[in-house]
């Protein structure tokens, strides 16, 4: 059974860094995107960024977040730069065992971590 777990949330200010990890257990070991997820508090589940056979982000991170994946020790990263408190959320990342679609949407991913609290301050 595959599981998700998340880490490296926290508080920083406004302008600072961090990254996020995500440790995948459990397969698989091929063929699957990994996909970041955010919700602040009374907003509704968003799309962050995601890779698979490549990485796709959305319009509101593009050219501050990274996402990149560390197959061999079953890892999947977002680094997070130039942190604004917007970007305030629980941060989740989610397993599709697809590769070659774009997928952005919350019900196309089949597992999900239990989320690391981000909170930017200003």
């Known amino acids: 059974q595959v599981q998700l777990v998340e880490s490296g949330g926290g508080l920083v200010q406004a302008g600072g860094s961090l990254r996020l990890s995500c440790k995948l257990s459990?397969?698989?070991?091929?063929?699957?995107?990994v996909g970041w997820f955010r919700q602040a508090p009374e907003k509704e589940r968003e799309f962050v960024a995601a890779?698979?056979?490549?990485?796709y982000y959305a319009n509101s991170v593009k050219g501050r977040f990274t996402t990149s994946r560390e197959s061999a020790k079953n890892m999947v990263y977002l680094e997070m730069n130039s942190l604004e408190p917007g970007d305030t959320a629980v941060y989740y990342c989610?397993?599709?065992?697809?590769?070659?679609?774009?997928?952005?949407?919350?019900?196309?991913?089949?597992?999900w971590g239990r989320g690391t609290q981000v909170t930017v301050s200003s």
């Open positions: 459990g397969g698989p070991t091929r063929s699957y995107t």
């Open positions: 989610a397993l599709r065992r697809a590769v070659g679609i774009q997928l952005t949407g919350v019900h196309e991913y089949e597992v």
């Open positions: 890779v698979g056979w490549s990485t």
